[in-house]
């Protein structure tokens, strides 16, 4: 009886080593979302390159004041570019930007989109100060395609002033809340390239996809220039 007690017991010790021993799961690991590499500009092709330096002077600063009839002095920054005669529409937030690429000389030449029109929402706002027709977008881009106002090296000067404007930069929040303040604000703050285009270093390190100068413009035509002075020849 003993030795079937012994047997018994040595049965059971055996066969507690034979249950599997459980393998333990494998650590899940986190899925890796790629980070999408920033997208530049590209850079203005050589011969346009020379062929804009050539042709148009360095400008020596951006910052102007004036004084107003009233004794009132007047901040403003603008400057020049000409007209790459390419148009396209972009996207920045909840506006949906109409625009046109300009070549802007500086201490080089670069070249980025200028806001010509901006749509939020049902609001359609044109950027160029010398059109008075209807605001709706395809009159305004008729209006600007049939009379040339966009042509391939047309001289067009964008500028901003007010009390948000002094030397040191632009205040985009103490400019207001219209569509061009709450624009000009959000690419801001989203790119920070006010400092670069201001201090004439624009181009020099690549400008970021997206972005686009948000100042109103005025574009050299017959009514306010020599027209041989209008345009410059391009390649």
Known sequence: MRKLVILLVSLLLAGCGLVPTPTPSPTPRPTVTPTQAPRYYPTVDPQTSQEIRYRV?????????????????????????????????????????????????????????LIIAVQEGKTYTPYYVGYSGDIDRQTYLEYLEQNGILDRGRKIFPSVSGDFVNRSGIDWQACGDSTFCRLGQYLQETYDLDYRLINRVMGWN??????????????????????????INLP
């Open 206 to 231: 690549a400008i970021p996809e997206g972005w686009a100068l948000a100042w109103m413009w005025d574009a050299a035509t017959e009514e306010n220039s020599d027209p041989q002075f209008m345009k």
């Open 57 to 113: 002077q360095e400008p020596k600063d951006y910052y102007h004041e004036s004084l107003a009839p009233d004794g009132t002095i007047i901040k403003f920054f603008s400057l020049m570019v000409i007209s790459s005669g390419k148009t396209g529409v972009m996207q920045a937030g909840d506006f949906v930007l109409d625009v046109l690429w300009v070549y802007e000389r500086n201490r080089i030449a670069t070249q980025y989109p």
